[in-house]
Structure formats: C-alpha cells, structure tokens
C-alpha cells in the first residue's frame, strides 16, 4: 500500500519535474505547460496561502483582544461599583449596630430617626429592623408592619449569628419587590447579641447597570452563583428566572468566553464571580457585532488573497503561454537548421558517392565503348562481312547503350560537381525570357499558355547566369511535365525587398501530394518512374542554396504547384557549395 | 593517310590498345603507353604529333605529365581525356597548356576531328615559326 503510493508519488513528481522527452508528440507541449502552470501555481501559491492563514489568525487574535481587554476592563470597574455599593451599605449598618446599643434601637423613634438619616445619606434602604437572640424583630421602621416578626426559623438569621454578617441574594419576600437584606450581627459585652438588618432595593443594582453605557444589543445583569438572575436581562430572562445561559466556569478574575445563547447565536460573556457576596457580574455581547471589523477585515483578507490568486494564475498563464510558444519556435527552427544540414549532408555524400560510382563506372564504359566501336569499325571496313546489316545494328546497338549510359554518368557527375560561381551582373527577366525561350516550341506544340508577369523595373542582380538558367530550366521542365496540353504556366518576378527579389513559377498542372512535397528536393526522389534521374530539382536547390537564395514550393493535388525562388540582389560573398 | 602518330597514355590497357587499334583503322599511327613515366620517355625518344592523356592515372596524374610535356616538347598539343566529367578539371588542364579535353566514353570521330585541329594549329605555328 505505502509502496504503490510512493511509487504514485515518484512517478508524478517525475511527471513534474522531468520535462521528459516525449518526441514530437503533439501534447508534448500541453503537457509542459501544464507542468509548468502546476509548479508555479504550487511554487507562489503555497507561501501566499500560508501568509493568508497566519495573516488570518493573528488579526483575529489582535482584534478579538481588542474586543475582549474592554469588556474585562467594564465587567471588572462594575464589579467594584457593586462591591462598593454593598460594602458602602454593611459598613453602614454595622456603624449603627456599633454606635447605639440594644435599648436605643429598640426604642422605635431612635430607630426611625436613624432609618431616615440612612435614607438620606446612603439611599436605597427601604427598612431597617432590630432583632434580638431569639429571632424576634423588636424594633422597625419601614414601610411595612413587621414588627414581632419572628425570623429564628430562617437560614439567614442562623447564617448572620455565626458569621457576624450577612448580604442575601435578591427575592421578593413578603413585599412582592425584588430586594435583598443585609444584617449585622452585634455582641455587646454581656455576651448578649442581636441584629441590625436593612432591606435594600435592588433599583440601586439597575442604575449601576445603567451607568455602564452601554450598546442596545448589548446586556449586562447580575446573577447569584446558583445562576438565577439578581437583575433583569434584556434577553435573558427576568429578575429570579434562571439565566438562559449556560453557567461558566468559576472566575474571579474578569474572563470571557465564547457560548450560545438559547437561540443559537453566538455570544461573547464576559464575566467575573464576586468573593462575598456569592454574586457574578456578567456582560454579553453578540459575537457578530464585536467581531464586526474583523468580519469587515475577513472579507478584505479574503477579497487580497483571490485577487492574487487571479493575478497570478494571469501571470502565470501569460507568461507559461509566452515561453512554451518560444521553445516551440525554437525547437521548430533547431528542428528545420538540423533537418536542412542534414539534407546538405546527405546532398554532398550522395554527391561524391554518386561521382565516385559515375567515375568507376565510366572507364569499363568507355572500354565498352571502344570494342563496340572496334567492332564496328572492323566490319565496316571489310565489305564482305558475313551478315554485315545484322552485325553492324548489334554493335550500333551497343553503342548507343553505352550512350544511354555515358548521359547518366555524365548527369551523375554534374550533380556532384562543384563549380566555381561565376558572378556577373545580370537582368533576371532576361534570364527568364531566355529559358522560355527553349521551351518555345514546346509550349506552341502543346498549346500550353505561357504568361510571363516580369516587373519592368526589377533591379538588376549579381548571380551566375549559367546556373540560374539551369535552376529556371529545371522548374519549367517540372511545370510543362505536370500540366496537360492547353494548360498554364505563368512566370511571375518582383521585387521583394531591399536585398531580394522573387521569382515564381505557378502551373495548373496535377499538383503533389504532401507526401511528395516533403521529399520534393531529395536526391534520387522522383515521380515519374523510370524517365527521371530523381536529381533535377535536387541540383535547383542546391544551386539556388549556393547562389545565396532560398526555394520555396506549394502545391496542392489536382491543383497546381508554384516554386517561388528567392535571389538576393548582392552575391553571396561565400560561394563555396 | 599516316603523315602523323598519335600518342595514347592510359592506364586502362584495354581502352589504350582498342582505340589504338580503331585509330590504326583510320589511318592515324597510335602508340600506346600505360603510364605517365613511360611516357615521357616515349616522347623524348620518338616524339609523336599530338598526346591523347588520360587525367586519372596512378603515378605520375594526367596534370603532372601534362605540365612535364608542355616544358620538355611546348610543341606537341596535348588532348586531355577525364572520367570524371569535371569541367573545372579540364579547363585546369587547358590552363596548363592542352589543347582540348573530352569526357570518357568518347565519340571516336570527335577524338579524330579535335586531333586534326591541334595537328593542323600546331603545324601552321611550327611552319610560321620556322617560316
């Protein structure tokens, strides 16, 4: 398993990586795009994707730290307002339990005048009572009839004994408010103890709330750490209804954390617990809203990061596109330089090979040759030859074969034949015109329509007229070979640009297929079986290739073919073949 | 018709001998030799009217012979036979004092018609000098 993905890997990375060879496949070049496309893509793409995940984490750390160090900082000076508050108000009691003893707050005008000095001073007290060791209230003043009130079976009263004092969570009691108690307990020095108890309204806790400041979708409140709602909420619930969010983990330092409400939106929390009394301060936020920049940034992060992406597959396209392009070009031009050396190669071994068969050949000819014509001679010269006629057509026949075959060799060894270029000045219409005019008779007898197109005002050239006659010869020959009597041939010349001018050779004739088109300046290539030597137009391009020009050939099959042959005006200063 | 001898210098000994032998038939004295030595000595003992040289010739080449003659015999016109088909060869020989050069196989009558040529020039300068 591990092995066949391994050797999955290797032989993609090789795929990648290798920019094998794969000949003159047609996809050869897709396909090193592709890879090339692949590489770069994999080669920007990585660190920009790894720039925009680590770019992505710290602004969201950065930012959630910005949203998350003020709303500790609120819940934290809040809490101390309480803190204050509350501690503000037991400082207070315990002053009075403190500086009256029991008989002067027993007696119900004391104690109402002190309850109004609170009131006034501190506010937020709506009561105060005095209750002896048995739990009895002996003393009130306050809105309420409560006096005689016995409090022994209550748990605060049992609390506040032992502990000295106490501050109760937020309940409706018996006045159907929402407020809270805090009782004092004193020891006088007899050993005889009571409690000095105040109701406080919790209206004190909203304005603290209030005074926050804060958003409309943001909610504050205060909770006993049973979880049950000490203030009212905006969204979650009503003073003494148990807080619709999830109790936190227990913090007494200001913490934030990330829950749900009963909704399924998220939130922030921020919240700290209370040392005494057992209340949590709590401030949530809706995550949307807090994390509004960073959305805002997101989207800008997001909206950089596909922008890139876009400009630098473009880029990458473009320029993959550019170079794959310029390697083909060059690989066409390599390809055709080596194609045209090896075509010059393979034309000069043929020549010599050809001169060297041509010449061993022409001795025994020429040996041949001789004893024909001995032969000949020999019965030519003794009238009384038996069978003479017979004799002398065998030995004609001979010789005439042997003819046949000197005009082979002799055509072998001029295709090999380096001749020196004998430059001169010349007018190529007038060339052309002579050409044709071998052709003349030809032309009439076939009826075929010669059209010479010569521009009048062509520029004289410097070539070797010799040679060019016989390039220009070569091609019409072809041309008259390949059209039917009644036919056309027209010969076009201009002039082509400052250093060249053209020549063209266009016939109506059966045309070639592409096949022939390919071997068309081969040596020893030829369609007409049996009567071509297959050196014609293989001799025309060398010449054309050591007279400094170029040849060019299009033709199509049942259509037509066109040489066009380029010359340049100056010699070529290299003439060697 | 024998007023002149002709001398043939070819390695090939068939073709030397066989159109020695067709010469003989036209009333031309042929002589042969197979090598470029030979003849040289032939001509400095038995100096002919006219050369017919083969240009490829193991030993001494066709061209070698043909400049030794031209200083030793300026006299005698020489005709250059190639199997090459090179004309850049020939005229390198007519550059050195030949008289004509023809490409192997040869057509006799051209051969006998060229020599009449050079045997008649050199004969008319000859006379023109001694004259």
């Known amino acids: 398993m591990i092995g066949n993905v391994k050797r999955w890997l290797h032989e993609f990375t090789t795929d990648l990586t290798g920019f094998a060879d794969y000949g003159n496949a047609p996809h050869r070049y897709r396909r090193l795009r592709r890879n090339m496309i692949i590489l770069g893509m994999l080669g920007s793409m990585l660190p920009l994707l790894l720039m925009a995940v680590v770019n992505y984490h710290q602004y969201q750390r950065a930012l959630k730290n910005e949203v998350v160090q003020p709303m500790r900082a609120l819940v934290n000076k809040t809490k101390h307002s309480f803190e204050l508050f509350l501690t503000e108000r037991l400082s207070a009691v315990s002053f009075i339990a403190s500086a009256y003893t029991f008989q002067e707050l027993a007696d119900e005008q004391t104690l109402n005048r002190i309850f109004r000095v609170m009131k006034k001073e501190f506010g937020g007290f709506v009561d105060l009572g005095l209750i002896d060791s048995s739990g009895i209230q002996v003393s009130y003043a306050g809105p309420y009839q409560l006096k005689d009130k016995d409090y022994s079976e209550q748990s605060w009263f049992q609390e506040v004994k032992v502990r000295g004092s106490y501050i109760s969570d937020v309940f409706l009691g018996y006045r159907k408010f929402p407020h809270l108690i805090i009782a004092v307990a004193h020891t006088t020095g007899t050993g005889e103890s009571w409690i000095l108890r105040a109701t406080i309204d919790t209206d004190k806790f909203n304005n603290l709330i209030a005074s926050m400041g804060l958003e409309p979708t943001t909610d504050a409140f205060l909770l006993n750490q049973d979880w049950i709602l000490q203030t009212p909420s905006k969204f979650y619930g009503k003073v003494l209804d148990v807080c619709a969010l999830s109790y936190p983990p227990v913090s007494y330092e200001p913490n934030v954390v990330e829950t749900w409400d009963s909704d399924g939106k998220e939130v922030l929390m921020a919240y700290t617990f209370f040392v005494t009394p057992k209340f949590v301060l709590a401030v949530v936020k809706p995550r949307g809203e807090v994390l509004k920049p960073w959305f805002t940034l997101k989207s800008e992060l997001f909206f950089i990061f596909v922008a890139g992406v876009v400009l630098i597959c473009l880029a990458l396209f473009k320029v993959t596109d550019v170079m794959v392009k310029r390697m083909e070009e060059s690989d066409q031009k390599r390809e055709a330089a080596y194609h045209g050396m090896e075509y010059s190669n393979k034309l000069a071994s043929i020549g010599r090979l050809a001169a060297g068969v041509a010449h061993e050949i022409n001795n025994p000819l020429a040996i041949i040759n001789e004893k024909g014509g001995l032969m000949r001679d020999l019965i030519e010269y003794s009238p009384n030859f038996p069978d003479r006629e017979k004799f002398l057509s065998l030995t004609d026949s001979i010789v005439q074969s042997v003819e046949r075959c000197r005009t082979i060799t002799h055509r072998l060894l001029g295709f090999a034949r380096r001749m020196d270029v004998e430059v001169e000045v010349l007018e190529l219409n007038e060339v052309l015109r002579e050409v044709m005019g071998f052709l003349e008779k030809e032309a009439l007898h076939r009826n075929i329509d010669v059209r010479l197109q010569l521009a009048v005002d062509l520029p004289r050239i410097a070539s070797d007229r010799g040679q060019l006659q016989q390039v220009f010869l070569n091609i019409l020959n072809n041309a008259f070979q390949a059209v039917d009597d009644g036919g056309f041939v027209s010969i076009t010349s201009w002039d082509r640009d400052p250093d060249t001018v053209g020549v063209s050779i266009q016939d109506n004739g059966k045309g070639m297929s592409e096949e022939t088109l390919k071997h068309i300046f081969e040596p020893f290539f030829t369609t007409k079986k049996g009567s071509g030597t297959g050196l014609g137009l293989s001799i025309t391009y060398g010449i054309v290739k050591k007279l400094g020009g170029d040849i060019e050939v299009h033709s199509k099959e049942g259509q037509g073919t066109t040489f066009t042959v380029f010359l340049p005006k100056k010699a070529k200063s290299d003439t060697g073949a | ?131």
């Open chain 2, 1 to 131: 018709m024998a007023q002149w001898k002709v001398l043939l210098v070819d390695d090939e000994v068939e073709f030397a001998t066989t159109l020695a032998e067709r010469l003989t038939l036209r009333g031309i004295e042929a002589v042969t030799v197979h090598d470029g030595e030979a003849a040289l000595q032939r001509i400095a003992v038995d100096p002919p009217q006219i050369v017919v040289l083969d240009m490829m010739m193991p030993g001494l080449g066709g061209l070698e012979v043909l400049r030794l003659i031209k200083k030793n015999h300026p006299g005698i016109p020489v005709i250059l036979l190639t199997g090459r088909g090179s004309t850049k060869e020939g005229i390198d020989g007519m550059d050195l004092g030949a008289y004509d050069f023809l490409m192997k196989p040869i057509k006799i009558e051209a051969l006998v018609e060229k020599m009449k040529e050079a045997v008649e020039q050199s004969t008319s300068v000859r006379a023109k000098e001694t004259g």
